[in-house]
């Protein structure tokens, strides 16, 4: 009989990281089929850092310091688009495992928005969701 899945800490509850674990599991079985490249080295590191990004920060006491970490988080899902975009440039990827990899960072992108916006004082342009 297997274990039910237990969380232990408080960021394996959001439901932006369990998401950014999906998207690193994507990215590995995606690079794992590539050479060694630069943007392979790339994107395993940008899609570890999403991951560990958003648990760092949502350790942290204070508003200003979660949102470092989540905009740390933020930018390696942006750069995680641009090396999927780079790998499809190239024909490495298909535009099906392109698009696959994008929407979860769409999403990805989405939720740290409202991450970083209930976390912060800054002042947003109104808009519903990021749109590309």
């Known amino acids: 009989m297997e274990e039910k899945d237990n969380k232990y800490f408080d960021h394996e509850k959001l439901k932006v990281y369990q998401l950014a674990l999906k998207f690193n599991k994507y990215a590995y079985e995606i690079c794992s089929k590539l050479p060694r490249s630069d943007v392979r080295d790339q994107l395993e590191r940008a899609s570890n850092s999403i991951v ?20 740390i988080s933020y ?3 942006l750069e995680s688009a641009a090396c999927i975009d780079i ?17 979860m960072l769409k999403e990805i992108v989405s939720m740290l928005i409202g991450l970083i916006k209930s976390n912060s004082d800054r ?3 109104d808009g519903e969701d990021y749109n590309a």
């Open 52 to 71: 560990l990004n958003i648990a760092e920060g949502n350790g942290k006491y204070t508003p200003k310091d979660r949102c470092r970490y989540f905009d």
């Open 123 to 125: 002042v947003y342009n």
């Open 75 to 77: 930018g390696s899902s």
């Open 87 to 103: 790998l499809n440039n190239r024909d490495l990827i298909t535009i099906n495992e392109s698009n696959s990899g994008k929407l």
